[in-house]
């Protein structure tokens, strides 16, 4: 695909969980820098889900990030220099994410963000869907459902083994809570 070079322009990369969109996101950044292009990486605060300084994939690869709390952090950390922002888990931002986004990219910057494109649900989820729309280049990943080994493009939400029901609370204390990336066919949501 034809790509710009010293343009700003908006890349998203969604899917459901396990869709390799970490993974992906780190590939990209990995190549900006061997270009020797001035990277930063940021993700939400509240995912440390393995390491506070790192996007790390299920599959082990990591890349250096800055955990933030807002979007609006972002500027603290780029400068005239920046080339390359990424961010990830963009589903856990505010709106104005998207705003930040398009900032940056009229800037001369390449902004590539990954995160979910659908809640546990299969419906929108947070920012993102308004982030695709204001793209230049999105690619949507698909996982592998765990049910029956079909592309999945939806996340399983599992409280004690067993499909969540669509009003279950988002913390439940005294159940194990678990995701799997399943098809269409096979996610269940109990209503
Ligand atoms: P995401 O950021 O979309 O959650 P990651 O990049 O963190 O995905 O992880 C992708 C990796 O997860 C794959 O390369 C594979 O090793 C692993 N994986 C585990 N379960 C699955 C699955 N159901 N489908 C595809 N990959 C899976
Ligand atoms: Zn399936």
Do not use: W
């Amino acid at each position: 695909m034809y790509r710009p070079i010293h343009h700003g322009y908006i890349e998203v990369v969604i899917g459901p969980m396990y869709s390799g969109k970490s993974e992906e996101l780190i590939r990209r950044l990995k190549r900006a820098k061997i270009a020797k292009q001035n990277v930063v990486a940021f993700k939400p605060a509240i995912d440390n889900r393995y390491s506070d300084e790192d996007v790390v994939s299920h599959s082990g690869v990591r890349i250096k990030a800055i955990p933030i709390k807002s979007a609006k952090e972002i500027y603290d950390y780029i400068d005239e220099n920046t080339e390359v922002v990424g961010i990830d888990e963009i589903q856990f931002f505010e709106d104005e994410v998207v705003d930040i986004a398009m900032e940056l990219a009229d800037r001369g910057i390449r902004v590539i963000a990954a995160g979910l494109d659908m809640d546990f649900r299969g419906e929108p989820f947070g920012p993102t869907p308004k982030l695709l729309a204001v793209a230049e280049f999105v690619d949507k990943l698909q996982a592998v459902c765990m049910v029956c080994g079909n592309p999945a493009h939806r996340t399983q939400r599992l409280i004690n083994g067993k499909p969540a029901k669509y009003n279950d609370p988002i913390i439940l204390v005294g159940a194990t809570e678990s995701y799997e990336a399943r098809c269409r066919k096979c996610h269940v949501i109990i209503k």
